[in-house]
């Protein structure tokens, strides 16, 4: 039985998905503000030579959205004007031999919709890593580095406002 139970976690350790971040502030929100502040709008970017979907721009912020709507829960509407300067997706057959990596940078600034300002500056970053069965869900590489950027940034904008 302990035997199985072992085995049966080796199996999963392997077989499973790994993610990494690689955000960073570059001008962060004030504290005040973080509460306060609605994303009503996201404008979108997609870096010269970066290769994407005809579909991706709906999937990100589909994505995007569904995620800043649960830790951006304020009145003052800004705008996410997010750019994707990198989006590397696995191969399919690598992840199911070796391991593969779906890979997504860029940044991401929210801008005050009233004075056309920008109240915060972010280095966005996610790193999927996955093997073997895991080729199920990294096949589906946009939506999940999609769901990864909106996790940034409410980690790295808004988590002091899901805190309170």
Same mark, same amino acid.
């Given at each position: 039985?302990? !035997?199985?139970?072992? +085995? ?5 350790? *392997?077989?499973?998905? @790994?993610? @990494? ?15 306060? *502040? ?28 569904? $995620? +800043? ?9 800004? !705008? ?6 990198? +989006?590397? $997706?696995?191969?399919? +057959? ?36 996955? !093997? ?12 999940? *580095? ?6 940034? *940034?409410?980690?790295?904008?808004? =988590?002091?406002? =899901? $805190?309170?």
């Amino acid at each position: 039985m302990i !035997r199985a139970i072992v +085995l049966g976690g080796c199996a999963f350790a *392997l077989a499973g998905c @790994m993610s @990494m971040s690689r955000s960073a502030t570059v001008t962060a929100l004030p504290t005040a503000d973080s509460g306060q *502040l609605k994303v009503t709008d996201i404008k979108l970017k997609v870096g010269d030579g970066v290769k994407v979907s005809p579909q991706f721009d709906e999937i990100f912020r589909k994505h995007v959205q569904a $995620k +800043l709507d649960a830790c951006a829960t304020g009145q003052r509407p800004v !705008r996410l004007e997010a750019e994707v300067t990198r +989006l590397d $997706k696995s191969n399919a +057959l690598m992840t199911a031999i070796v391991a593969g990596a779906n890979v997504l940078r860029g940044s991401a600034k929210l801008v005050d919709v009233g004075t056309g300002q920008t109240v915060a500056d972010y280095t966005v970053g996610q790193t999927i890593v996955g !093997r073997s069965v895991a080729v199920v869900v990294m096949a589906k590489a946009e939506e999940e *580095l999609s769901d990864g950027y909106g996790d940034e *940034l409410c980690k790295q904008a808004f =988590s002091t406002a =899901s $805190k309170k």
